[in-house]
């Protein structure tokens, strides 16, 4: 398998082309915006302000966005997303030409790119295994990681030509034309929905994204390792300019040539990235890491500009191995009913900690220099790494993305019904020697009734009767529930009639409790239909034991 096969694919090769030319404007931005920002006020907090309006909006629209992944077609979301970030572009190039624009102006279009940006990642990464088949995700998120350090290699010289010689307007008209090509590409799939098939409330499906996470443990391990990584690695980059001048008394050229050579060096690791997967496994992650923390310690001590551009080269390879493997596993690891969700916790635990570990870098920097703190940070990033190898993380071959048994037909009900919330009871009887292997059972279940929609769940017994054991979980609705059933893989499937067998009176007694509103009629589902559609579904999908028809609470 070549590490370029997903660009035979039409669609994901029209669509890497067109972000290869958006990427570049987006680095033609950002030269531009900060290089005018200190023409308009001299200040170092405004053109700071101006830096993190790329990715300030992403900390708090992280999770709004993934839900929005999910909830609408993700193909009309990025439309929506690029267009919004092409208008902006434009913005700031009209104001700009015609000398209209000023620094809260300047600011504040900057901040709807970044909303922009940040409503386009989560979609933008989910799409991904949509577009190729499962054994080339991988290939695909290395090759998403060259377009952009294509970008990084030439996009900033290029900028500081452009602003340069014809002025920051022209940069930032470079950058919305960008989008249009983007545009084009995802409006050309017409016909095809990606993602969108169960439309929820948006704070309840930020909240079962979150449950997702929380009761996926290892899921929960990525996210932990990116955030790990991203707080020791991102002083590397964030303290390069002044490494550059400290410790190796160079100008901005050297420290262009510096990130060039990571860039080469990513792109190098982009094209390696498979033969490396295939040679190390599991250990890829946690042996990058260790890697860039080696050659972070070097960037850090070293005096020489050549030597430090050879750390930089290796750093770029180790750092797109860490980053594309991770992506790939979690995108793999990820049912596609929540994976916008995923992918913006994701995004979330890497890029939201990275001003988090340049900030600390700084202030380490301030007090003991610069090359010292890269140094420090990086040994922490070493041992990390060290900490993984025996930890374990989940390798790339290793994840199976949750579908549904073979068997699993579920044809989707006309029938809306009100109601909630809803709590499922499931009472066993066991016999006292099947207790532990029950309760072990039960713990695994219970993982997978929360990941899949309940936000409570317990189990109980009998105090007239130990024999007795009853499950109870609650989900916010008669339709979160149904969609419950809709998320069971086969895993869980086998999970569940393991579980059932541990009855010895011929199955669980169940029973569910709907939640009414009293005061209006019009609110009260029709208990015939109600039943008849419930009993259906137990009957072609079995994922939850069927026995007493629902019963009704008032509340």
């Given at each position: 398998?070549?590490?370029?096969?997903?660009?035979?694919?039409?669609?994901?090769?029209?669509?890497?082309?067109?972000?290869?030319?958006?990427?570049?404007?987006?680095?033609?931005?950002?030269?531009?915006a900060g290089w005018l920002m200190l023409e308009l006020t001299r200040s170092p907090f405004w053109v700071g302000l101006m830096a993190a309006t790329a990715t300030l909006p992403l900390l708090f629209l992280a999770l709004p966005a993934g839900a929005l992944a999910d909830m609408v077609d993700r193909r009309k979301l990025l439309l929506i997303s690029q267009s919004l970030m092409g208008f902006s572009a434009i913005g700031?190039?009209?104001?700009?030409?015609?000398?209209?624009?000023?620094?809260?102006?300047?600011?504040?279009?900057?901040?709807?790119?970044?909303?922009?940006?940040?409503?386009?990642?989560?979609?933008?990464?989910?799409?991904?295994?949509?577009?190729?088949?499962?054994?080339?995700?991988?290939?695909?998120?290395?090759?998403?990681?060259?377009?952009?350090?294509?970008?990084?290699?030439?996009?900033?010289?290029?900028?500081?030509?452009?602003?340069?010689?014809?002025?920051?307007?022209?940069?930032?008209?470079?950058?919305?034309?960008?989008?249009?090509?983007?545009?084009?590409?995802?409006?050309?799939?017409?016909?095809?929905?990606?993602?969108?098939?169960?439309?929820?409330?948006?704070?309840?499906?930020?909240?079962?994204?979150?449950?997702?996470?929380?009761?996926?443990?290892?899921?929960?391990?990525?996210?932990?390792?990116?955030?790990?990584?991203?707080?020791?690695?991102?002083?590397?980059?964030?303290?390069?300019?002044?490494?550059?001048?400290?410790?190796?008394?160079?100008?901005?050229?050297?420290?262009?040539?510096?990130?060039?050579?990571?860039?080469?060096?990513?792109?190098?690791?982009?094209?390696?990235?498979?033969?490396?997967?295939?040679?190390l496994g599991r250990s890829m992650v946690p042996l990058s890491i260790l890697g860039f923390g080696i050659v972070g310690i070097g960037v850090g001590l070293s005096t020489d500009t050549w030597i430090t551009a050879v750390a930089m080269f290796v750093a770029g390879v180790f750092w797109v191995w860490a980053l594309s493997t991770l992506n790939a596993t979690v995108q793999l690891m990820s049912p596609a009913w929540i994976?916008?969700?995923?992918?913006?916790?994701?995004?979330?635990?890497?890029?939201?900690?990275?001003?988090?570990?340049?900030?600390?870098?700084?202030?380490?920097?301030?007090?003991?220099?610069?090359?010292?703190?890269?140094?420090?940070?990086?040994?922490?990033?070493?041992?990390?790494?060290?900490?993984?190898?025996?930890?374990?993380?989940?390798?790339?071959?290793?994840?199976?993305?949750?579908?549904?048994?073979?068997?699993?037909?579920?044809?989707?009900?006309?029938?809306?019904?009100?109601?909630?919330?809803?709590?499922?009871?499931?009472?066993?009887?066991?016999?006292?020697?099947?207790?532990?292997?029950?309760?072990?059972?039960?713990?695994?279940?219970?993982?997978?009734?929360?990941?899949?929609?309940?936000?409570?769940?317990?189990?109980?017994?009998?105090?007239?009767?130990?024999?007795?054991?009853?499950?109870?979980?609650?989900?916010?609705?008669?339709?979160?529930?149904?969609?419950?059933?809709?998320?069971?893989?086969?895993?869980?499937?086998?999970?569940?009639?393991?579980?059932?067998?541990?009855?010895?009176?011929?199955?669980?007694?169940?029973?569910?409790?709907?939640?009414?509103?009293?005061?209006?009629?019009?609110?009260?589902?029709?208990?015939?239909?109600?039943?008849?559609?419930?009993?259906?579904?137990?009957?072609?999908?079995?994922?939850?034991?069927?026995?007493?028809?629902?019963?009704?609470?008032?509340?």
């Open positions: 398998m070549s590490s370029i096969d997903p660009l035979r694919i039409e669609r994901f090769r029209s669509l890497w082309l067109a972000s290869v030319v958006s990427n570049v404007g987006s680095f033609l931005q950002a030269v531009a700031m190039a009209a104001l700009s030409y015609l000398d209209l624009i000023t620094a809260p102006i300047l600011l504040t279009l900057g901040l709807t790119l970044g909303i922009g940006l940040a409503l386009n990642l989560p979609a933008w990464q989910a799409m991904v295994p949509d577009l190729v088949p499962r054994g080339l995700v991988a290939s695909a998120v290395a090759l998403n990681s060259v377009a952009f350090n294509v970008a990084r290699a030439v996009g900033p010289a290029l900028g500081g030509i452009i602003v340069a010689t014809a002025g920051p307007d022209l940069a930032f008209l470079i950058n919305g034309i960008s989008f249009i090509g983007v545009v084009i590409v995802i409006a050309s799939w017409r016909g095809t929905r990606f993602g969108g098939s169960t439309p929820d409330s948006l704070s309840n499906s930020i909240a079962l994204g979150v449950r997702f996470a929380r009761f996926t443990p290892p899921f929960r391990r990525l996210m932990l390792v990116a955030a790990v990584f991203a707080m020791t690695s991102a002083v590397v980059q964030s303290l390069l300019p002044n490494v550059t001048d400290e410790s190796l008394d160079g100008d901005a050229f050297v420290y262009g040539l510096l990130l060039g050579a990571m860039g080469l060096g990513a792109l190098l690791a982009a094209f390696t990235r498979g033969k490396m997967q295939t040679l994976r916008g969700r995923a992918m913006s916790l994701y995004t979330l635990a890497f890029v939201g900690v990275l001003p988090i570990g340049s900030i600390v870098g700084g202030i380490v920097g301030d007090v003991f220099g610069a090359g010292n703190a890269v140094a420090a940070l990086s040994a922490i990033g070493v041992l990390a790494g060290l900490v993984w190898m025996r930890v374990g993380v989940p390798g790339l071959g290793e994840v199976v993305t949750e579908e549904p048994p073979p068997e699993w037909e579920l044809e989707p009900h006309d029938v809306e019904l009100s109601g909630g919330p809803v709590m499922i009871a499931n009472t066993w009887v066991i016999d006292e020697s099947d207790l532990a292997d029950f309760l072990d059972v039960m713990n695994r279940l219970r993982l997978v009734r929360l990941r899949t929609g309940a936000y409570r769940w317990r189990l109980y017994r009998n105090a007239g009767d130990a024999h007795r054991m009853t499950e109870m979980f609650i989900l916010t609705s008669w339709q979160d529930h149904l969609r419950q059933h809709q998320r069971i893989d086969a895993e869980a499937a086998d999970l569940i009639r393991m579980a059932v067998a541990f009855d010895k009176t011929g199955g669980p007694v169940n029973h569910h409790l709907v939640a009414v509103e009293v005061e209006s009629e019009s609110d009260r589902p029709e208990w015939d239909e109600l039943v008849a559609v419930h009993r259906d579904m137990h009957e072609r999908d079995g994922s939850i034991p069927i026995g007493e028809g629902p019963t009704v609470t008032k509340d």
